[in-house]
């Protein structure tokens, strides 16, 4: 299979902001990828069965390009910078979180799939604002989403609370002018 150059350069973007190994809220976890959702995956992509803290790139980058950016079909957004920041979302918080917000952005019904109607609202949405408009808007929307899960749950989440804004200035240095 050819390199998708803009997906390993969205790919690599999000992978500097993970880390590596870690437990978090979604437990054992390494790249940002959960040994429950490797555990999940693996054997729908032929992958072998590994604690995610043996993860190789190949099969980092084969959960990620599968599970969060050609399923959720973030692959269709119109523009590499829409891509980038709906699939950090999506690896972050969820796709289904992440759709579901984009959609209720562009005033679609938020079911979290990527059909027809949203990807066509999106594009009336960049048409009538433009895509600036809609790149603060979800990046806004990301800022609320983690202020929310904060004020629901400060225990749980408020230790989250710094990584969380420094990922949304590193997205806003990486994608602003991209």
């Known amino acids: 299979m050819p390199v998708d150059m803009p997906f390993e350069d969205i790919l690599h973007t999000t992978l500097n902001l993970e880390g590596g190994e870690t437990w978090d809220t979604g437990g054992h976890t390494n790249y940002g990828i959960t040994q429950a959702t490797y555990d999940a995956v693996a054997p729908t992509l032929g992958l ?3 604690n995610v803290k043996d993860l190789n790139y190949g099969e980092v980058r084969k959960v990620y390009e599968n599970e969060y950016y050609r399923k959720p079909k973030i692959d269709r957004l119109p523009t590499d910078r829409l891509q980038g920041i709906m699939f950090d ?3 972050n918080a969820g796709t289904g979180t992440a759709i579901k917000k ?3 952005i562009v005033g679609t019904k938020p079911d979290g799939i990527m059909g027809k109607k949203t990807l066509k609202a999106v594009n009336e ?3 009538q604002k433009g895509e600036n408009t809609l790149y603060f808007d979800i990046m806004g929307e990301r800022v609320n989403h983690y202020n929310n899960l904060i ?3 400060p225990v749980k989440y408020g230790e989250y ?3 969380w804004m420094n990922r949304i200035n590193k997205l ?3 994608y602003n002018g991209f």
């Open 48 to 50: 072998p069965p590994k």
């Open 89 to 91: 979302w999506g690896v």
């Open 102 to 104: 984009l959609q209720e």
């Open 125 to 127: 949405y960049i048409a």
């Open 151 to 153: 004020a629901s749950n």
């Open 161 to 163: 609370e710094q990584g």
């Open 172 to 174: 806003a240095d990486k």
